[in-house]
Each structure stands twice: as structure tokens, then as C-alpha cells.
């Protein structure tokens, strides 16, 4: 089990420009969640997948984030265009199909983006 | 709503001594409660979860937690603390109608001295 892998581990942008970040998450998982950490604000849900279908998004702070899951073995959370405050830790993070709210999240270790 | 309290953002104990991090959390369901523990530079990663059944859980690395309803509370204990267990541990709830979400707690940063 590789675990969920996400990808770049570290992006550097300048303002302006389109960040995509990668997530790959464990096979079988049905859940799929993108998180963001920063000091100020700690964790914060963005959106998150079942079966492939977005079924939260109100965590996703404005229209520059959008988030894809074309299939069960890949998601996509783009910002376009990138602004400052939009730098932290990303962290994408599965889950298997469970009983109610009690399967655990197996997280990625994160894409930390700075945007300059 | 759901919320988590951990009370104390950094907590600092030496090296053998007691690790006691505490949560707090306020449900009108039942709970299911995780601890959750980020080393540097990397993700969470589950130390234990309560769902129902025996309220001490046991989890990886020698950590429990006791699920006590009428203190609303699911502290995480160690007896003996190790160098290798410094990092930041996160309180988490989820119920049964709110499906997979979690309600993280703002977390507590564990320091170990020598």
C-alpha cells in the first residue's frame, strides 16, 4: 500500500500564475478530501469527493480553487490565478467506503505552496 | 454543530514524564472521536479512534484515549513520554450524519526535553 501520493511536494509561484496540484489517493478508497493548513487557520476542508462526485465544496474559499476527480485514481486542485494568502499546505486525504463517519482519513504528506 | 476544543496549543514535558493532551468536544449525536498525530513536513496519520463499545482506546505508540460522555471529553494519555513523540496532535469528531467529515481540533503542539 503506497499510501496516498500527492505531487509537486513543494511549489513556488509568482502571483498570477495557475498552480495545479496532484492527488492520487489508495486503492479501493471512495472518499477523497483536499485540506488546507495554515498557521492562522489551522485545518480547513476544502471539498471533498464521493465516488468521484464533489458532494461538499462550500469549503473552497472563492472562485480562483476549483477541484476535479476525473476518476477513482486521481484528483486535481487548481487555483487560477494565485494570489499570496493563498500559500500553505495542501494536503489531500482518502478514505474507504466505512460504517457512518467512522473510517479514519489516510492523508498524503502535502504540497507546500508559496506564492510570491 | 459539531466542535472540538484542545485546551493548551503547546504542551512541554520531559522525557519519561506523563503526556497528557487534552480535547474536549460538543455533539448533539453521538460522537466518533480520532486523535490524529503530523510529524514535520508530513501528514496526519491516525493514533486512535473511538466509535462505540469499550470507551479506553488503545492506540500505536503506546497512546489511549478514555471517551467520557458526561465530561463531554476524549483526553489522549501516554504514561512515559519519548523524544520521538514530539510533534503536533490533532482532536478529531465525526457522527454519523455528517458522513465522512471531520471537525478537527486546532491541535496541540507536544515538545519532549531531555
Known amino acids: 500500500d503506497a499510501g496516498v501520493i500527492q505531487s509537486p511536494r513543494h511549489e513556488v509561484t509568482e502571483m498570477g500564475q495557475e498552480v495545479t496540484l496532484r492527488c492520487k489517493p489508495i486503492s479501493g478508497h471512495n472518499s477523497l478530501f483536499w485540506y488546507r493548513q495554515t498557521m492562522m487557520r489551522g485545518l480547513e476542508l476544502l471539498i471533498y469527493f464521493n465516488n468521484n462526485v464533489p458532494i461538499d465544496d462550500s469549503g473552497m474559499p472563492e472562485d480562483r480553487f476549483s477541484a476535479k476527480m476525473p476518476n477513482a485514481s486521481f484528483s486535481t486542485l487548481k487555483i487560477q490565478p494565485s494570489e499570496p494568502r493563498d500559500s500553505a499546505v495542501y494536503f489531500c486525504a482518502s478514505s474507504p467506503k466505512g460504517t457512518g463517519g467512522t473510517s479514519p482519513l489516510h492523508f498524503g504528506n502535502g504540497t507546500r505552496l508559496t506564492v510570491t | 454543530a459539531q466542535s472540538v476544543t484542545q485546551l493548551g496549543s503547546h504542551v512541554s514535558v520531559s522525557e519519561g514524564a506523563l503526556v497528557l493532551l487534552r480535547c474536549n468536544y460538543s455533539?448533539?449525536?453521538?460522537?466518533?472521536l480520532f486523535w490524529y498525530v503530523q510529524y514535520p513536513n508530513q501528514g496526519l496519520q491516525l493514533l486512535l479512534k473511538?466509535?462505540?463499545?469499550?470507551?479506553l482506546v488503545k492506540g500505536i505508540n503506546g497512546f489511549e484515549a478514555e471517551f467520557k460522555k458526561s465530561e463531554t471529553s476524549f483526553h489522549l494519555t501516554k504514561p512515559s513520554a519519548h523524544m520521538s513523540d514530539a510533534a503536533e496532535y490533532f482532536c478529531?469528531?465525526?457522527?454519523?450524519?455528517?458522513?465522512?467529515?471531520?471537525?478537527f481540533g486546532s491541535g496541540t503542539q507536544l515538545t519532549v526535553l531531555p
Open positions: 473511538y466509535t462505540t463499545g469499550a470507551t
Open positions: 455533539s448533539s449525536v453521538p460522537p466518533y
Open positions: 478529531a469528531l465525526s457522527t454519523q450524519g455528517s458522513a465522512r467529515q471531520l471537525t
